[in-house]
């Protein structure tokens, strides 16, 4: 990554790791302005000089497509990170067998955690600068590889993560073309403290889990590490590879 003041996009603000990765970078004094989406406005979100909230929701592209204008008028992204996804809402929870598998929310969880995240792509890839370093990375989960998957279960959040593994490296493959400086990643965040993780992890929450501000500054740092020949791949919070 360059040095010099830049815009920085986090798509899910509101989320548990999205609200800490925006904060993270609006500490981060190369970064010049942090633009937040979410369908909701996050609670403790104040727009200023160097912060700016837009109402978007990834499922729908007229939302993504407005907000994208919005963003152009700031200037080129330099990072972009994809912050949303849904592992339990209203009906659905992690299946634990086959019996438990269900249409409706197999579709959702699809629509949510892998379709979302690839119109983001879309509408938000070809804002990047064509002549500088980039970084465009969604957030993914370890439980998506296959290669990792020894435990079974979680059939549509699995699914639908492995799912938007493939459509990150297939836009990486295609935004390399236009943009050879660009890194386009799959990132795993651990398991974090969020709204998300709370139902599996119960009372160890603290203990088991890294604190949102924890795991934001460790994936920054590993965005930061990154370079164009790492593009199209699934990377840790520790920066390690995860399998395919
Ligand atoms: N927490 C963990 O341990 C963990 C582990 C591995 C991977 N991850 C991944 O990390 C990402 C962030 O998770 P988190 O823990 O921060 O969860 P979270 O606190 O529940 O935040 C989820 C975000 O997704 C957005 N969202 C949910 N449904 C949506 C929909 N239908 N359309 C558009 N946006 C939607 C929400 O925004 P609005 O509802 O305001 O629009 C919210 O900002 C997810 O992709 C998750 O799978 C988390």
Redesign the pocket.
């Known amino acids: 990554m360059t040095s010099g003041p830049d815009i920085a996009v986090v798509i899910?603000?509101?989320?548990?790791?999205?609200g800490a990765l925006a904060a993270a970078l609006g500490a981060d004094p190369r970064v010049g302005h942090v633009v937040g989406l979410?369908?909701?406005r996050p609670a403790d979100w104040r727009d200023g000089a160097r912060r700016t909230w837009l109402k978007a929701?990834?499922?729908n592209e007229g939302s993504l497509a407005a907000a994208a204008e919005r963003i152009a008028e700031l200037g080129a992204p330099t990072r972009i990170v994809v912050?949303?996804?849904?592992?339990h809402a209203p009906g659905i929870a992690p299946e634990k067998s086959l019996r438990a598998v269900d249409a409706a929310t197999l579709m959702r969880l699809f629509e949510?955690?892998a379709v979302?995240p690839l119109l983001a792509a879309r509408h938000l890839l070809p804002l990047m600068p064509r002549d500088g370093p980039s970084v465009f990375a969604a957030?993914s989960?370890r439980v998506g590889s296959l290669g990792d998957n020894h435990l079974g279960g979680w059939y549509g959040y699995r699914a639908s993560k492995a799912a938007l593994n493939m459509f990150l490296r297939t836009a990486a493959i295609e935004h390399q073309r236009s943009h050879p400086f660009a890194v386009c990643v799959a990132l795993?965040?651990g398991?974090?403290a969020?709204?998300?993780?709370a139902p599996i992890l119960g009372a160890d929450l603290g203990a088991r889990?890294f604190a949102p501000a924890v795991a934001a500054e460790r994936l920054l740092r590993v965005m930061d590490g990154l370079t164009p020949a790492d593009t199209g791949g699934f990377f840790a919070w520790d920066g390690a590879r995860v399998p395919w």
Do not use: W, Y
Request: proline letters at 3%; zero cysteines; charged letters at 10%.
């Open positions: 899910g603000a509101s989320g548990g790791l999205g979410s369908r909701r929701d990834v499922l912050a949303t996804g849904v592992l949510v955690n979302g957030l989960a795993h965040p398991t974090v969020t709204a998300l993780s889990a």
